[in-house]
């Protein structure tokens, strides 16, 4: 196993940037949402761009948090969200990375990011990025090893003008064994739906970042969640999913793991 990730420690979380939800969670699982919020601090003037904008995949994860709420109470799992809009800086992105804080996303311009000079950029990490990573860090070093990460997040259902007909994806990287797992018990569940690996996006992308720095240094199963977002688009659709996705995720653990998986909460979801 591989050492714990770097200055997990060295920045403190904030109230401001990073929400932790049933931090006591007994269950074997931690849930990450990196763009669970789309607020934008007051200093940064909305970066320049329009309410709507604001309200699109462009700014954050529509309906994420919702259905990464379900699933902590279904599997009694930490929860760890952003706070900071991801057009602030990305927390699913490495440190100073150009996709960190994008001067356009998609189709959209987006002006309080050009020309952000290398301190600018560090100013937006130690802003957004570092409360979070080091908040997600010491929740899943408090779980131990027999815990798995689990990051969830929504994606937009026309991209570039093209639809988009996968409806769940199930991201991995180097680590497959939740993934491969979690793949054959939704199909189960859930046959007919667009169930896909590794899409609409993948390691090639760039998107698999907290499960590299989180859970292969640790050695945890770990598994990345993107649900299209006109799918949990209200209340009872954010429910269904994640019921289907905390029943799948119990049964996958427990075909990877001996930890026993308790299975009450979800009998009655």
């Known amino acids: 196993m591989r050492n714990a990730p770097a200055d997990a420690g060295a920045h403190p979380a904030s109230d401001e940037a990073v929400e932790i939800v049933n931090a006591g969670g007994k269950g074997p699982f931690v849930i990450a949402c990196e763009h669970a919020s789309n607020n934008i601090p007051a200093e940064f003037a ?23 709420l379900h699933l902590s109470a279904m599997l009694d799992a930490p929860l760890v969200a952003s706070r900071i809009s991801r057009l602030v800086y990305d927390c699913n992105r490495p440190p100073m990375s150009d996709g960190a804080t994008p001067a356009k996303s998609e189709i959209h311009a987006i002006p ?4 952000l000079t290398a301190t600018q950029k560090r100013r937006r990490a130690e802003l957004a990025y570092f409360p979070f990573r080091s908040a997600l860090s010491r929740v899943l070093s408090s ?19 093209k639809p988009r007909e996968v409806e769940i994806g199930v991201l991995h990287d180097a680590d497959a064994r939740l993934a491969d797992a979690l793949l054959a018990e939704i199909a189960m569940r859930a046959p007919g739906r667009r169930i896909e690996r590794n899409e609409p996006y993948g390691p090639t992308d760039g998107v698999t970042h907290t499960l590299i720095d989180q859970a292969l240094p640790r ?8 649900i299209r977002n006109d799918l949990i688009a209200d209340a009872a659709s954010q429910q269904a999913h994640a019921t289907l996705l ?6 996958a653990m427990s075909a990877l793991s001996p930890v026993p998986v308790a299975v009450e909460r979800l009998a009655h979801a």
């Open 46 to 68: 909305a970066l320049g761009v329009s309410a709507d904008v604001l309200q699109s995949h462009a700014a954050w994860d529509p309906g994420a948090r919702a259905v990464a």
């Open 112 to 115: 309080g990011n050009a020309g």
């Open 143 to 161: 779980k131990g090893r027999d815990v798995a990460l689990v990051t969830v997040h929504s994606f937009t259902p026309v991209w570039f003008g």
């Open 219 to 226: 050695g945890l199963p770990n598994v990345m969640l993107e």
């Open 246 to 251: 905390a029943q799948a995720l119990q049964a």
